[in-house]
């Protein structure tokens, strides 16, 4: 903020600032992110906007509005800066979004990014810079049903371009939420073994290679955004490990998180 003449008061919640923000958080609860390990800090705010964490604080003092989406709260620490999503912003904004990467850096953090495929262009332009320190690809399903689980329209093609570029980062892993989908019939079911094979294949597709770093997760019912997913019972133990046995037909280092 000194760098760019901002006025501003700085406030140590644990000191003088601790009934102040006490008041402040009760106010604000819902637009305050509270994570396992607590309040994540610093948290800034002009009066009308609220920004969390180190990444999204300084993209919104670099540049307002315009890098929502690609930047939220992280839960990392110490040096790390997470949160940061390649695939979540408007790719017209690419330059602000690479000024931000870039200060950030130049300022001794160490970046861990994440796509879900899309931007592959902005993450072109990341690799080029050494811009990330690890990489994350979520990949979210097989081909006939990116869409739906994107929220929105999905190329394909843009997809495969990432994973042939996400595979050069010196530190990637590429993973899968094993998710709900809404079926042709209206129904709510898994992502099915076969289609989790599917999209082990598209990987595949991508990078030109069985051997990448790729970790089947479990979905979280009760974590769930959409309300009508969260009635829905945990994957059957049962089941996991057929999962991991139809993606290894196509990613050899298939594993599973938290098994």
């Not at 705010?45 to 939220?72: R, W």
């Not at 970046?111 to 993450?123: A, C, E, V, Y």
């Not at 006939?144 to 329209?153: E, K, N, T, V």
Request: hydrophobic fraction near 35%; charge should be negative; proline fraction near 4%.
């Amino acid at each position: 903020m000194e760098e760019r003449d901002i006025t501003y008061v700085e406030k140590d919640m644990k000191a003088e600032g601790k009934e102040e923000f006490q008041s402040f958080y009760k106010a604000n609860r819902s637009a305050i992110f509270r994570g396992s390990d607590g309040i994540e800090f610093p948290i800034i705010t002009d009066g009308e906007n609220i920004c969390q964490g180190i990444g999204a604080s300084i993209a919104y003092l670099h540049s307002g509005n315009k890098l929502d989406g690609f930047f939220t709260v992280g839960i990392l620490h110490k040096e790390w800066v997470d949160g940061i999503h390649v695939s979540g912003g408007n790719p017209e904004n690419v330059e602000e979004f690479l000024a931000v990467l870039r200060y950030l850096k130049g300022n001794n953090m160490k970046l861990q990014l994440d796509t879900n495929g899309g931007n592959s262009l902005i993450l072109r332009q990341v690799l080029k810079e050494n811009l990330a320190d690890m990489f994350i690809m979520n990949i979210l399903g097989p081909k006939q049903l990116y869409c739906q689980l994107a929220g929105g329209d999905v190329d394909i093609d843009d997809i495969k371009a990432s994973l042939a570029i996400v595979s050069n980062f010196p530190k990637f892993k590429i993973e899968t939420v094993i998710a709900p989908v809404t079926r042709e019939d209206g129904t709510i079911s898994y992502l099915t073994p076969e289609e989790i094979g599917e999209t082990a294949r598209l990987i595949e597709e991508g990078t030109g290679t069985k051997k990448n770093p790729y970790l089947l997760k479990l979905f979280n019912p009760k974590a769930a955004e959409e309300p009508k997913f969260r009635s829905l019972d945990p994957l059957p133990n049962k089941l996991i490990f057929t999962y991991r046995t139809k993606a290894r037909s196509y990613q050899v280092f298939t594993e599973i998180d938290n098994i």
